[in-house]
T-cell receptor, first 115, second 113 residues
Framework: EAGVAQSPRYKIIEKRQSVAFWCNPI?????LYWYQQILGQGPKLLIQ????????DSQLPKDRFSAERLKGVDSTLKIQPAKLEDSAVYLC?????????????FGPGTRLLVL | GQNIDQPTEMTATEGAIVQINCTYQ??????LFWYQQHAGEAPTFLSY????GLEEKGRFSSFLSRSKGYSYLLLKELQMKDSASYLC??????????????FGGGTRLMVKP
């Protein structure tokens, strides 16, 4: 079974530029999550989708971050404009619903460096 | 608010046993997860507890006490490849509609020969 795919793996941009990340979840997984993981910290949930609807985006900085999941499969996360403090790894995860443990499976992440 | 605490770093010797503790204070509780994350890689699922007690999976075991807001991950017969960060995460939604996890900062474990 293929895992969660993300691209690009690495991105370097200057502050005030825009950037977009792409995620393809495990086939059949209805729930998709975007996390931000700053170096040395645990992942922080930014947004959760159930199919193509948003379940929770309370921690998404909506003035600069946006995300969509058209057709309930792939998702994109965009930052516009980027700030220095956005430097982090952006992890995408998916889970199968219903599932007893609802384990989340993570992709390899996109490392973003904002200069 | 949500608060999940775990030690920042631990060091242990190859072949030994190590216990990584996690305490949590969350608005609700619907399960606790442990993930392993090697440097530069994605977190991978290790264990899940929703009822009090011990869950054993090979060399790894996880314990939960809901009344104390406490969990630990026990790693036996440590191997060098166990050097990684261990993340404690709590699912605090009661209705299963969210499945949102709140993560602790992670414990970086270094296994020495």
């Amino acid at each position: 079974e293929a895992g969660v795919a993300q691209s690009p793996r690495y991105k370097i941009i200057e502050k005030r530029q825009s950037v977009a990340f792409w995620c393809n979840p495990i086939s059949g997984h209805a729930t998709l999550y975007w996390y931000q993981q700053i170096l040395g910290q645990g992942p922080k949930l930014l947004i959760q989708f159930q199919n193509n609807g948003v379940v929770d985006d309370s921690q998404l900085p909506k003035d600069r971050f946006s995300a969509e999941r058209l057709k309930g499969v792939d998702s994109t996360l965009k930052i516009q404009p980027a700030k220095l403090e956005d430097s982090a790894v952006y992890l995408c995860a998916s889970s199968l619903v219903p599932d007893r443990q609802e384990t989340q499976y993570f992709g390899p992440g996109t490392r973003l460096l904002v200069l | 608010g949500q608060n999940i605490d775990q030690p920042t770093e631990m060091t242990a010797t190859e072949g030994a046993i190590v216990q990584i503790n996690c305490t949590y204070q969350t608005s609700g509780f619907n399960g606790l997860f442990w993930y392993q994350q090697h440097a530069g890689e994605a977190p991978t699922f290790l264990s899940y507890n929703v009822l009090d007690g011990l869950e054993e999976k090979g060399r790894f075991s996880s314990f939960l006490s809901r009344s104390k807001g406490y969990s630990y991950l026990l790693l036996k017969e440590l191997q060098m490849k166990d050097s990684a960060s261990y993340l404690c995460a709590v699912r605090d939604r009661e209705d299963n509609a969210g499945n949102m996890l709140t993560f602790g900062g992670g414990t970086r474990l270094m296994v020495k020969p």
